[in-house]
């Protein structure tokens, strides 16, 4: 599989804002917590044009009841990789037969979502450590 860099674009961010308000509209916020995350979330980085967002809910338990009101905003749930990572729910969505978002639901504070925005946080705020790579 080809992997396509592309150089930073701002429109990455209004798109992560706008599939935001969608998904809580859809969940109807549920005290859930949604987060731009990966590569296209650090201004200046280069990244594969895919938005991933991060879902926390409170309760993990409760995980299955949101597949179905993000179904509703266009999106693909994906089960297969529950196998590897039972605490994930998996979602992504295309348009023209290529991905352009992925949804990793998650349970708040766990260490996926604990791994995941330090990392995009760290690289945020050390600008020499983002330019090195």
Same mark, same amino acid.
């Given at each position: 599989?080809?992997?396509?860099?592309?150089?930073?674009?701002?429109?990455?961010?209004?798109?992560?804002?706008?599939?935001?308000?969608?998904?809580? *509209?859809?969940?109807?916020?549920?005290?859930?917590? $949604? +987060?731009?995350?990966?590569? !296209?979330? &650090?201004?200046?980085?280069?990244?594969?044009?895919?938005?991933?967002?991060?879902?926390?809910?409170?309760?993990? *338990?409760?995980?299955?009841?949101?597949?179905?009101? $993000? +179904?509703?905003?266009?999106? !693909?749930y &994906?089960?297969?990789?529950?196998?590897t990572?039972?605490?994930?729910?998996?979602?992504?969505?295309?348009?023209?037969?290529?991905?352009?978002?992925?949804?990793?639901?998650? +349970?708040?504070?766990?260490?996926?979502? &604990?791994?995941?925005?330090?990392?995009?946080?760290?690289?945020?705020?050390h600008?020499?450590?983002?330019?090195?790579?």
């Amino acid at each position: 599989m080809k992997v396509e860099l592309h150089p930073y674009n701002k429109d990455w961010k209004n798109l992560f804002d706008i599939e935001k308000d969608l998904i809580s *509209s859809a969940t109807q916020n549920s005290n859930i917590q $949604i +987060e731009h995350i990966g590569s !296209t979330s &650090i201004e200046g980085l280069s990244a594969k044009p895919i938005i991933d967002i991060l879902i926390g809910v409170p309760d993990f *338990s409760k995980a299955n009841y949101f597949i179905a009101p $993000i +179904e509703t905003c266009n999106y !693909t749930y &994906i089960s297969v990789y529950e196998d590897t990572m039972p605490y994930r729910r998996f979602f992504t969505k295309s348009t023209e037969n290529k991905r352009t978002h992925q949804i990793h639901l998650v +349970e708040l504070n766990s260490p996926f979502w &604990i791994r995941h925005l330090a990392f995009r946080n760290f690289l945020r705020e050390h600008q020499e450590e983002k330019r090195s790579l």
